[in-house]
């Protein structure tokens, strides 16, 4: 064989990603299930490189040099493992396989398990940047074995993209590793999605102000801290006129968010390793409540509103406030996700270095920030940090605005506007720095009901209540 990498899968991602392979100068093998889209990307793009196409599987692995690296862009699910189950009777050991589609974590260690069995190296690869990231560098996050990174790993990181000359790709970890991050990226990506809709709501809800001047504000905002891909697209998207109506077209759009299902597992893992998530379980029920059309028709008009209109008076100051307000609760919702990545990498035994995630999220992906770069610094400073949110540098942001943030979620609470993700994000806040908490209490009632036991302040061991008897109290 010839080509230096193959793809397999030739849908707009999987095209996309070949052609980046191509006009990287790599020799590229190509596969669909059908030939129709093979031949289409040959004669619409074959000038951009060398491009190997084949009809059969076989032909395509035999087009390959060896070890063979075949790149998997098909359907989560069913399809990759269809996929999966032609190529492996024409692979020969060492060969390296690389899911990049969005798998769920625990498919890749499955299927991981079983390519190790036979001898091949089975890479899940977390993918993101859209149909433009494929194409022209996308944040890449390769798990699997280091051996095959060791091949594997130079021509991904020649395809990513570039912060600095540094590219948005590192080996993440074994098996489950590079998925699992990617459904955490994306997790993250539905709390930053959600915080700036809860933004828009505010400055819409408080100001009046129309679809175009708060996306001259998120243009604004995108000048300083808060400058990121999706505040960037916001501002584009709200200053985008409806051709067939001549309104604002975010005002011509149904109020229904809809998901394809890495918010829900990375909300289901969260409960799952006890880590509290709360910005994305958020942002993730607030899509569910959307979409719960028989739920909103039934409150609708029958549950009171506020009953004092929001007339705010500084407009400079509120738009302020709701900044802070957004760059606190972003950093809430980052924090928690990095939280949920040592969980798992200290269950599994992944061994995720978190500042390395944060530098090859800063360009390519869908929440590429200017932000990650301090991030990286935080864990560069402090590699096994507990809680992102109270590394120096962020406590002094976030501590920064909090007076801001308060403000925002009281007169949210206030005059009626649902903030779930400001709110909540900023009751975690409150909870993770408080003092004490009342799950003193919590403990008790289990052990008044259930005998479940408690721990003092005062002494170690644990104990319990005769609650019905003498209340005495006996070492458990
Ligand atoms: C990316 C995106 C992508 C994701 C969808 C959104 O990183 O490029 O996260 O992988 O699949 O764009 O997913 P939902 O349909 O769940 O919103």
């Not at 070890?67 to 060969?95: C, N, Q, S, Y």
């Not at 769920?104 to 190790?116: C, I, K, Y």
């Not at 409150?299 to 957004?326: I, M, Q």
Request: charged share 20%; glycine share 10%; aromatic share 8%.
């Amino acid at each position: 064989g010839i080509a230096q990498i193959g793809v397999t899968g030739l849908a707009v991602m999987g095209r996309n990603l070949a052609r980046n392979f191509a006009r990287n100068g790599f020799t590229v093998a190509v596969h669909n299930r059908s030939w129709e889209k093979t031949a289409s990307l040959v004669a619409e793009h074959g000038d951009e490189g060398t491009f190997v196409p084949s009809e059969s599987v076989a032909d395509f692995v035999a087009s390959l040099e060896r070890p063979r690296k075949v790149v998997v862009m098909v359907k989560a699910g069913a399809a990759t493992d269809a996929v999966i189950d032609e190529l492996v009777p024409f692979l020969e050991e060492g060969d390296i396989v690389v899911d990049a589609g969005n798998a769920h974590f625990p498919d890749t260690v499955r299927r991981e398990n079983a390519l190790r069995a036979q001898g091949l190296h089975f890479v899940g690869s977390g993918v993101s940047g859209g149909e433009e990231g494929a194409l022209l560098g996308p944040s890449i996050m390769p798990g699997g074995t280091r051996e095959s990174y060791a091949s594997l790993g130079p021509i991904l990181e020649t395809i990513a993209a570039k912060v600095d000359g540094v590219p948005c790709c590192t080996y993440v970890g074994p098996d489950g590793a590079g998925h699992f991050v990617k459904m955490v990226h994306n997790g993250i990506e539905y709390a930053d999605m959600q915080l700036i809709a809860e933004a828009y709501d505010l400055l819409k809800q408080g100001l009046g102000a129309s679809a175009a001047e708060i996306g001259e504000i998120f243009a604004e905002w995108n000048t300083g801290d808060l400058e990121s891909f999706l505040i960037e697209i916001t501002a584009d998207v709200l200053q985008h006129v409806d051709a067939a109506t001549g309104s604002a077209f975010v005002d011509v759009v149904l109020d229904q968010a809809e998901q394809k299902g890495t918010g829900r597992w990375t909300v289901q893992n969260g409960l799952d390793l006890g880590v509290p998530i709360t910005g994305i379980a958020e942002a993730t029920f607030a899509r569910a409540l959307s979409g719960g059309v028989a739920q909103r028709e039934a409150a609708r008009g029958v549950l009171p509103a506020a009953t004092t209109p929001w007339e705010v008076t500084d407009r400079d100051a509120f738009v302020e406030d709701v900044r802070l307000a957004l760059y606190a609760s972003k950093v809430v919702a980052y924090s928690q996700g990095f939280d949920q990545i040592a969980a798992a990498s200290e269950q599994f035994g992944w061994d995720i270095d978190r500042g390395a995630m944060a530098r090859i999220w800063r360009g390519g992906c869908i929440i590429r920030a200017r932000f990650l770069n301090r991030i990286t610094e935080a864990y560069e400073r402090a590699p096994h940090l507990p809680l992102l949110l109270a590394d120096e540098y962020f406590a002094g942001a976030v501590g920064n605005g909090v007076a801001a943030w308060r403000r925002i979620v009281a007169g949210a609470a206030l005059h009626g506007v649902p903030t779930p993700a400001f709110s909540s994000s900023l009751a975690y806040y409150d909870g993770v720095r408080a003092e004490r908490l009342p799950a003193a209490l919590i403990q008790a009632q289990r052990d008044f009901f259930g005998a479940h036991t408690y721990r003092r302040t005062d002494r170690d061991g644990s104990f319990h209540t005769l609650w019905s008897g003498d209340r005495t109290e006996q070492d458990a």
